[in-house]
């Protein structure tokens, strides 16, 4: 038997040579490696990694509310779910689409031809779903389907505002209306920030702002709804009642010109937008303008007693009921004789107001025109508002001067008449019409003397007294002045013999005035059409409610109606 | 020299436990502050829908056609008001009102 001891084991040195260099070689491609990724690749990696537990989260909040001045609501936003699909990542059986579908309420093979494009990378399958079906579709779990919040605009009011309040889109931008004017400040943005979240998906830490959510703001309006209310069903019971095509109602604060309410009629439901078509949308007492007839005596009697031409007791003959200006003649419905101003402005008499209007130099009546707020908007703020027409003085021939004087060849928005009317109502000035609720006292612009307006505001009280044209319009326990207009239509240029428009504009209580509600209805069909018949009761109907709602007080005793026969009027364009 | 290095080095270990702790604490109450912004954002939403159910509720339509035909209520006729003033006015627009009075 040999024994070796170890020492005496020898191999050969190529043998350790050898693995040492092998070992080197694999360091020097370690040390390669590690430079490389750390030299060149490093910002690549390092987002990689970021990537891995941070997030860009975004964060919406909704679209500011409207509200009337009490605080209720008119608008409000709140969440819905939109489904949407990344065709992509799609991979559903058939029975899942058809669940899918039978969630949606929409039918199999509309869905599968939204995700038939598989190179896009986001498609909507449905939009604004309810929030119970919402849920099921997320408990479904299905790959390359998921959810989005977006936000829906509601109008509890229905069509009862929804011509102020007008309208949003489909991704929560003003349309028409308030929506539209005050999109800025009701807007809400999408804020959007970068934040690392943990492996349980919490967030954990707020890395950066990469976007400020914008908080979108409330909106007060000075709508009352419960006047709204009030005139809106007024307004419908009207319209219904005497087969007209169109109707607005406008009722403004006396002291302050805001706007209380403001309805027209076709109206839409803004819940529901196919009911929307061109007739319904349009806001009629802001954007159309009509040739007010009557209700605009008052303006040129009011300036001819303010430059002293007349007074109240001022006789004017109208016999015999025709007056020929040029080779037009002006009518009254029949020969009234001699009549104060007074009167004239009681029995609304056509004669007696050119007469009247005529005695005045033509810049005299334009310039009370034009101060009274026709033939410039109403500064309301509202796309799209009317100026109506008035021509410049220079260009009026006699019988304009005269038909103007009655409110013919002068076209204004209900809006600018209600708001005309505020001199009669605050001594003399003319009130800026606004739609937000003012908390400070209004400052307007002095326009007739008070003298003159509270002689005015007592001259068209007697339009509701035995001998006036609106009888219908008395208010039990206040006293009301008011006037009618009854025009007929202008179509293509021409005055329709038998379609006409029917108004009335008045304020309460006249003691110290509170309300202005002006009426129009466009071509009541069921036999009335006066004025006085047609658009009183309505002034009668919201004017009656909506000083028992402001609780004013009463400045009359109670069973002050007289019954009496109308005084007819009618004009006949020049 | 020795006993100051393992000074330091216990110090060290210290606050690097002290850090990792404190982060630990830190992101335990941002997830915590996270989910209560998270409950006040569902009570927000919760509040609009509530509010558009009152404001749908409390609708004036609503409620007058409930008043008419439910309970058949009526606003009283003309002859049935009577107004009263009041003999010691409470305040200056009830007593000017008065005093215009015919």
Redesign the interface.
């Known amino acids: 038997m040999t024994h070796y001891s170890a020492s005496n084991i020898t191999m050969s040195a190529w043998r350790s040579r050898i693995l040492l260099a092998m070992l080197l070689i694999g360091l020097l491609g370690l040390v390669g490696r590690a430079a490389y990724l750390q030299g060149m690749k490093n910002d690549f990696l390092r987002q990689e990694g970021e990537s891995r537990y941070s997030r860009i989260v975004e964060?919406s909040?909704?679209r500011g509310?409207i509200t009337d001045r009490h605080g209720?609501?008119?608008a409000?936003?709140?969440?819905v779910a939109s489904v949407c699909a990344n065709p992509r990542e799609m991979d559903a059986s058939n029975e899942q689409l058809e669940n899918l579908a039978a969630l949606l309420e929409m039918d199999v093979t509309e869905i599968q031809k939204r995700i038939a494009d598989k190179r896009r990378g986001f498609v909507y399958l449905k939009r604004r779903v309810l929030p119970e079906s919402a849920d099921d579709i997320a408990n479904m779990n299905l790959p390359g389907v998921f959810l989005k919040n977006e936000y829906q605009r509601?109008y509890?009011?229905?069509e009862?505002a929804a011509h102020v309040l007008g309208l949003t889109d489909i991704d929560d931008q003003g349309q028409e209306g308030v929506e539209r004017e005050w999109q800025e400040k009701l807007a809400s943005g999408l804020g959007k920030r970068r934040v690392i979240r943990?492996r349980k998906g919490?967030?954990?830490?707020?890395v950066e702002k990469i976007q400020a959510l914008r908080q979108g703001q409330d909106l007060i309006l000075s709508l009352d709804?419960?006047i709204q209310?009030?005139a809106h069903?007024g307004l419908k019971h009207a319209v219904e009642a005497h087969k007209a095509e169109a109707g607005s109602i406008v009722v403004l604060d006396a002291q302050t010109g805001e706007v209380l309410a403001l309805s027209n009629l076709p109206v839409y439901n803004p819940n529901r937008r196919a009911t929307i078509n061109d007739a319904n949308r349009r806001n009629r007492a802001l954007v159309d303008t009509f040739e007010p007839g009557s209700t605009l005596k008052p303006f040129a009697i009011a300036v001819a007693m303010e430059v002293g031409q007349v007074s109240p007791d001022t006789i004017v003959q109208t016999a015999p009921g025709t007056f020929k200006v040029g080779r037009a003649t002006i009518r009254d419905v029949k020969d009234k004789g001699k009549l104060s101003v007074a009167q004239v402005i009681q029995e609304s008499s056509n004669i007696g107001t050119a007469k009247i209007a005529l005695s005045l130099p033509a810049q005299t009546l334009w310039e009370i025109f034009s101060r009274s707020g026709f033939g410039v908007p109403a500064g309301i703020g509202f796309p799209g508002e009317a100026k109506g027409e008035l021509r410049p003085y220079s260009t009026w021939r006699p019988i304009e001067q005269a038909t103007m004087s009655y409110g013919h060849g002068i076209s204004v928005s209900l809006l600018q008449l209600a708001r005309a009317y505020t001199l009669f109502t605050t001594g003399g000035e003319l009130k800026p019409v606004s739609l937000l609720k003012k908390n400070v006292p209004v400052m307007g612009q002095q326009v007739i003397s008070r003298s003159t307006a509270l002689a005015m505001s007592n001259m068209l009280e007697l339009v509701t007294q035995p001998g006036g044209t609106a009888p219908l319009a008395q208010v039990?326990?206040y006293r009301v002045a008011g006037k009618t207009g009854t025009a007929h239509k202008l179509i293509n240029g021409r005055y329709a013999e038998d379609r006409y428009i029917s108004s009335f504009v008045g304020y309460a209580?006249v003691?110290?005035p509170r309300l202005i509600i002006a009426v129009m209805l466009d071509e009541p069909s069921a036999g009335q059409y006066f004025g006085g018949a047609v658009a009183a009761p309505v002034f009668n109907k919201v004017m009656t409610?909506a000083l028992r709602m402001l609780n004013v007080?009463?400045?009359?005793?109670?069973?002050n109606?007289v019954r009496f026969p109308a005084t007819l009027e009618v004009e006949v364009g020049g | 020299m020795v006993k100051l290095n393992i000074l330091l080095a216990l110090i060290l270990i210290t606050s690097a436990l002290g850090v990792v702790t404190s982060q630990h604490k830190a992101r335990s109450l941002f997830a915590a502050l996270e989910s209560e912004h998270e409950t006040a954002r569902q009570l927000d939403v919760k509040w609009g829908q509530l509010q558009l159910e009152q404001s749908t509720l409390a609708m004036h339509g609503r409620i007058e056609q409930i008043a008419r035909t439910k309970l058949n209520m009526k606003a009283p006729s003309e002859s049935r008001v009577q107004i009263v003033t009041a003999a010691h006015p409470v305040d200056a627009g009830e007593n000017s009102a008065g005093e215009r009075m015919p």
């Not at chain 1, 919490?202 to 707020?206: A, F, G, L, M, Q």
């Not at chain 1, 007080?553 to 069973?559: F, G, L």
């Open positions: 964060t909040v909704n509310m209720e609501v008119l409000i936003s709140t969440p509601f509890p009011a229905k009862m943990d919490r967030i954990v830490e707020d709804s419960g209310h009030l069903s039990n326990g209580p003691s110290s409610g007080p009463h400045d009359a005793p109670a069973n109606i």
